[in-house]
């Protein structure tokens, strides 16, 4: 050969010797795979139990209909040797027979089945209770079920599992429930189609007797546990002590209300993941074990570094104790639940970078992680969440990544691409470097009530994933911080679970809109066509609303620390670092919330949803709906009312100021009038579910504290310095806008206007020393807040009609308002552009503010009460 054919041939030799490879590697992960799912289906329960547990969730959602469907398990093999589902019509000639015959390869696929015949066949809908429940209204009377055409339809799953849950989940929502509250949650993950839920539920009890066999004590780990509003953070070791001590009471009914969580998970043929050890452990096992490699971490946003808080310890994964330990929690697990999974969680590097970055050390550490899981289950899958890809990028590079997802045997690690909605990982990753992975929507931090989603990349992403180029995708999966809310977003999104071709978004929606509402009315259809387009569509790359300011916890040190001077009234409004420009004196411009469509679009379609009220009123979808969009309005109208407020302060003019603020305070207060025509935006409901938990006193007062601190500011502070960690995890709720942020937000601006009055700077430690005391007084309460609805004004029917009469006043109060409000706001900013300086002027004679609630419009607060807090 000639020295270029050589090279040709050598060149040839290795490329196909890598595509060989790549081929090999890909088979043993589809076949390590093919094997996990075997394993798992042959721990599940016998078909009538399946059948049994289907049927019980049919019963609870529709008892009328108990006679109408059949259930029954059918292998693989009859779907092709995928899990699905079939739905047909009942072939029998008795009269009293079954209408509808539902097949799934588990009750999970059973269920899904029963949910998509409701869907699309009787236009009904299922959503959370607190986001409007169900409409099953559309559904038709026993005997009259509409027929399946031909020999019915089959479903297929595209990818294995569905997955469900953030590791904080628990926390921000399912902190207070009790079984009640869950047999619903997973009945409506059963509907979704959910078979890979997370279950962390409980696992502090099996860690007191884990540790006692270590020689620590129920009271060294009094300082160990968070306290019940906080034990997410704690078990990833952000955090220690914090809303603690966990009483045995706590400790022993949430182990039996896990031990009900998982059997019912697998009645219906779900694979729960349970947590494994990470390498956090408490301070007294470094004085029983001197010799042991534990370290102390560095501080995690308490204020200045509080060692009873901060600073958590973590056991090396190469000391031998880590294994030891791992081992005992896996068969401690074992004994209390039986032998009920396969699939482990453990996120070790969770927002904590190992100590170094060298590649071997790394695949050291996660081989004696997953060494703990496999030495008690052979058929150990560690489930790890991608999220430090993300938010460590500077840390984790290719090495670094391929050590750790390589330091286990293939197809032993799955990989939660947690964010893969907006910064999806596995297009960077060479697909996470031929390792399994879920492609999952995060949406949601801290729980905050915000319309927001991005339905086009939900629709599209996951088929994208799967259908790309040696894709290892094996799975969809909903990781929201916080759930009970934006139920479009998550009906679509556990659909995905379930489509193998793209969807059509428009078409899809207009059924949507007949399903949540049970029947066809051109308003609301229309009005979400143009929420698709605007709220629903955010692509600016911001994956969050302004009030999910940051992506990692890391960045609250840096982006709360210049927050408290423009204290937001409410922490999702405004969330702008604004000192830097209150407290300089040249000329900038102020950084603007993030708004990712034109507020006047959604107003638009605020008019609409009113314009049916006629015809929904009476629909508990409907009401949902409308108060969300109202509130959603009314806080992007809120976000320009306070950066006029704050350019009248940079203006030094005393009047612009005055009214601003005052119709800042006024809007907030109305807000919260809304919210409170609608029981699902009170903060009564978290109060009182928490305080419903105690058996004493004493856990009374401490599960309040918990339920307050966690909406509002974690941490202890000193007179002048607040915790970085406030308004994270704000929330929406009437009561805790008029008592918490109102009164808190009436002192800012009393404080501002009293500097321009009196010619003074901006007193911050003043400042900070009043709210910071506030926030403490009102954490520490015990006064009532609702738990029901109102209208309660003496002149005002409680009656639902009244309270939608009520509602529908006050949006044509705020449309009339916002209109106005938004012209304004618009020419004055491009007035502002032009000349480069402020034009607003303030006549004498203008209005102090707004007033919608009760019908008392234009009300000027000159001429009545002031907001509590403002007095002068």
Known sequence: MKPNENSNFFFITILLLLLSLCSSVSVQESEAIASLVNSLDAQKPSPSEQESAARGVLRRLLPTHLSSFGFKIITKDACGGNSCFQISNYKSSSKDSAEIMIKGTTAVDITSGLHWYLKYWCGAHVSWDKTGGTQLGSIPKPGSLPPVKYEGVTVQRPVPWNYYQNVVTSSYSYVWWDWERWEKEIDWMALQGVNLPLAFTGQEAIWQKVFAEFNISKQDLTNFFGGPAFLAWARMGNLHGWGGPLTQNWLNKQLILQKQILSRMMELGMTPVLPSFSGNVPAALKAIFPKANISRLGDWNTVDGDPR??????????????????????????????????????????????????????????????????????????????????????????????????????????????????????????????????????????????????????????????????????????????????????????????????????????????????????????????????????????????????????????????????????????????????????????????????????????????????????????????????????????????LNAIHAFRDKDPKALSFHSLKFLQLTKDIDTLLAADDNFLLGTWLESAKKLSVNAEETKQYEWNARTQVTMWYDNTKYVQSKLHDYANKFWAGLLEAYYLPRAAMYFKRLLKSLEEKEKFKLEEWREEWIAYSNKWQAGTELYPEISFPHDKDVESDDDAALHWLVNVNDDFLEMVDLSLDQCERLRRKEKQSGGRTMKIDDDQENGFQMVYEKRHKKLSGGSEPKGFEN
């Open 309 to 642: 808080w901060c600073c958590t310890y973590l056991l090396d994964p190469s000391d031998p104790l880590f294994i030891e330990i791992g081992e005992a929690f896996m068969k401690q697990q074992i004994k209390e639940y039986g032998d009920v999974t396969d699939i482990y969680s453990c996120d070790t590097f969770n927002e904590n970078s190992p100590p170094t970055s060298d590649p071997t050390y790394i695949s050291s550490l996660g081989s004696a992680v997953y060494k703990a899981m496999s030495t008690v289950d052979k058929d150990a899958v560690w489930l790890m969440q991608g999220w430090l890809f993300y938010s460590d990028s500077v840390f984790w590079k290719p090495p670094q990544m391929k050590a750790l997802l390589h330091s286990v045997p293939f197809g032993k690690m799955i990989v939660l691409d947690l964010f893969a909605d907006v910064k999806p990982i596995w297009k960077s990753s060479s697909q996470f470097y031929d390792t399994p992975y879920i492609w999952c929507m995060l949406h949601n931090f801290g729980g905050n009530i915000e319309m927001y989603g991005i339905l086009d990349a939900v629709a599209s992403g996951p088929i994208d994933a799967r259908v790309s180029k040696n894709s290892t995708m094996i799975g969809v999966g909903m990781c929201m911080e916080g759930i009970e809310h934006n139920p479009i977003v998550y009906e679509l999104m556990s659909e995905m679970a379930f489509r193998s071709d793209p969807l059509q978004l428009e078409e899809w929606l207009t059924t949507y809109s007949r399903r949540r509402y049970g029947k066809s009315v051109q308003q609301v259809e229309a009005a979400w066509k143009i929420l698709h387009r605007t709220i629903y569509n955010c692509t600016d790359g911001i994956a969050i609303s302004e009030s999910l300011p940051m992506i990692t916890h890391k960045l609250l040190a840096t982006s709360f620390t210049v927050l408290d001077q423009a204290l937001p009234i409410i922490s999702s409004l405004f969330n702008i670092a604004a000192e830097k420009v209150l407290l300089r004196e040249t000329s900038s411009t102020l950084p603007r919330p993030h708004l990712w469509y034109n507020n006047q679009d959604a107003v638009s379609a605020l008019k609409l949803f009113l314009d049916a009220g006629d015809e929904l009123a009476e629909i508990p979808t409907y009401r949902y709906d409308l108060v969300d969009l109202t509130r959603q309005s009314l806080s992007k109208l809120a976000n320009e009312v306070y």
